[in-house]
């Protein structure tokens, strides 16, 4: 049986913190995959993603965190920084687990966060020798936690679907670890520097205005000048038009900005 040590349970202390400074709105349940696989010359393998269902009265559909930086608006390498950051804590708890286990050591976990409740599953498959590809053991993972079934995929992972339920299932090594959240007092949604979220809304409001205005003056260049001037006023407000497009949101992504944010949270919070 796994030992769940002070340590190990700091270190899920963190990837809490990481998983909901990385999600940008309110959500209910969230799903994590990851793998960790030994290579013969010393390097650690594997992936990572996670899926969250957003809060709201009607169901709604699981969202892939590689969809999250187009959907909000962010720094694509940034927020993919963000999830290396993860993968990294992750390949830091199963070594922490390392200096206490004596047998084979876990190669995929699945974390399951819904209310207040944390849940680990740690499995022990050989996926190097796996019937199943990386590919494969997604859409299967997608099947069994969020039930995304046949119904639901195209025909190549309807394939895969029907494979797995035909292969007949061998018991496999599995620990459970459950218990409560262990972080409190943080918002449920991910960080931003806000003065440029700010200035990010304002460009948003009056985009339509400026739209608008380099119309208008499209119009009255071509009554009162050649063509000639007007392909060059033209091409100078296109260029202008480029730079006054939107800034994406700024997310913390150190240790050291997390721990200014929430310290900052907490005083408007006191302060209220």
């Not at 994590?32 to 010393?42: A, H, T």
């Not at 599953?121 to 997608?142: A, P």
Request: without cysteine; charged residues 35%; hydrophobic residues 25%.
């Amino acid at each position: 049986m796994l030992n769940h040590t002070k340590k190990i349970k700091k270190m899920y202390e963190e990837i809490q913190r990481r998983l909901y400074y990385m999600i940008p709105e309110k959500w209910d349940k969230l799903y994590l995959y990851s793998s960790v696989i030994d290579k013969p010359n010393g390097e650690k393998k594997g992936e990572l993603y996670f899926y969250y269902i957003p809060k709201g009265i009607l169901k709604k559909k699981p969202v892939n965190v590689y969809e999250i930086p187009n959907k909000f608006n962010l720094d694509e390498n940034d927020y993919l920084k963000l999830v290396s950051i993860l993968y990294s804590k992750i390949k830091q708890l199963r070594e922490e687990f390392r200096k206490s286990e004596t047998g084979s050591l876990w190669s995929n976990i699945t974390i399951i966060i819904e209310g207040t409740k944390f849940k680990v599953e740690y499995n022990y498959e050989d996926l190097e020798n796996s019937e199943f590809n990386s590919y494969e053991r997604h859409i299967i993972w997608r099947y069994e936690y969020l039930g995304i079934g046949e119904e639901q995929v195209n025909k190549k992972d309807r394939d895969i679907l029907k494979r797995y339920l035909q292969t007949a299932q061998i018991l496999r090594r599995k620990e459970v670890y459950e218990t409560g959240i262990y972080i409190s007092d943080i918002e449920n949604k991910v960080a931003y520097n806000t003065d440029e979220v700010n200035e990010d809304n304002n460009n948003v409001k009056n985009r339509d205005n400026q739209k608008e205005d380099i119309n208008r003056e499209k119009m009255e260049m071509q009554k009162e000048e050649s063509r000639e001037s007007y392909i060059n006023k033209n091409m100078s407000i296109d260029k202008e038009n480029k730079q006054q497009t939107k800034r994406k949101n700024q997310l913390l992504l150190s240790e050291e900005q997390i721990r200014k944010y929430e310290e900052q949270h907490k005083k408007r919070n006191t302060n209220i």
